[in-house]
């Protein structure tokens, strides 16, 4: 069986100043499969919001920053692609959830809201 491709946004180096294209980086990665208790989510809006910028940038903040290399997150409202749970029909169910910036994602149905 072929392992499904997924697209995610990684940080590829922290903004000097300006936030620019190239501070970033789009990585085609494997998306696991999903087990008992999961639901694959295709993501159709992700927040972009000043909390990000701040998540980029190398401050002393009380807020965990973003690694350099590392895919992206933030509140995703996305759309249940495969389901493994009853609860969250394919095709009819919308979640929304902290996720990583990437079109498709496995997660736990009893975090999706």
Known sequence: MTQAKGMEIHLARRPLDRIREEDFELVTVEVPEIREGQVLVKNKFISLDAG??????????????????????????????????????????????????????????????
């Open 52 to 113: 990000m910028r701040m998540r980029m940038k190398a401050l002393n903040m009380p807020v965990p920053l973003y690694a350099v290399g590392e895919p992206m997150y933030g509140d995703a409202i996305g759309e249940v692609a495969a389901s493994m749970d009853a609860s969250l029909k394919p095709g009819i169910s919308f979640v929304i959830r902290w996720a990583g910036v990437n079109m498709r994602s496995p997660t736990r149905s009893s975090s999706a809201r």
